[in-house]
């Protein structure tokens, strides 16, 4: 029974299966490598998940006081409102919705990227004679949301180009094409074909 258990743990690592909250890895700018995190509430539960995120990615968090660039994240919190009604007037059906507001700054203070508005909603089933099972489904959905919030963040920061990034990728390609000369020379079509992916 252990050596299966053990298979089962290999071949589901293997596959890249992860718990949800476990954080999901991204590939951020190397100047983000340690990257100070601040906002409204240093302590709710986005804050933590978007930590989560940054630290799965590699990204010392708060670590470095010589980092160059702070993420603000304003958590702007969770709202909700009746979208259907029954016969009886009563309410079946709830939207909820959590909102964010996030910022790339400079150690100067400037404003690098964003500020951005990001929101997630969801509508789900109201059940008046069930109140307690309603909150509790409610409360699942509000975590979820403010997961989706995190790992949109994240996603957003990848797409960011900083100033000294372009400079890194033209000398890493300088230094590929230099390598390449000083190699034995290839068959036509692989130059072409490192030319072309140069390009």
Known sequence: ???????????????????????ESYLLSPQLVNLELTGSNINSDLMYMVQNNLASSGVIVNGDV?????LVVI????????????ADARTTEKEV????????????????YGPHDIENERIYNYDVSSVNSADRERDLIIAELRRSLADQILRML??????????AN???????AATNQNE??????LLYTSDAADD
């Not at 298979?7 to 596959?15: G, M, N, P, R």
């Not at 990848?158 to 400079?167: G, K, R, T």
């Open 158 to 167: 990848q797409a960011v180009q900083l100033p000294n990034d372009s400079a």
């Open 1 to 23: 029974k252990r050596i299966t258990i053990l298979v089962c743990i290999v071949l589901i690592a293997s596959c890249g299966f992860r718990l949800r909250g476990s954080g």
């Open 184 to 189: 034995a020379p290839a068959s036509t079509c």
């Open 97 to 112: 919705s959590a909102k964010a507001q996030f910022t790339l700054k400079s150690k100067d203070g400037e404003f690098v």
């Open 66 to 70: 010589n980092g160059l660039y702070t």
């Open 75 to 86: 958590d702007q919190g969770v709202s909700e409102r009746n979208t259907t009604f029954g």
């Open 170 to 176: 033209s000398s890493t390609s300088s230094n590929s």
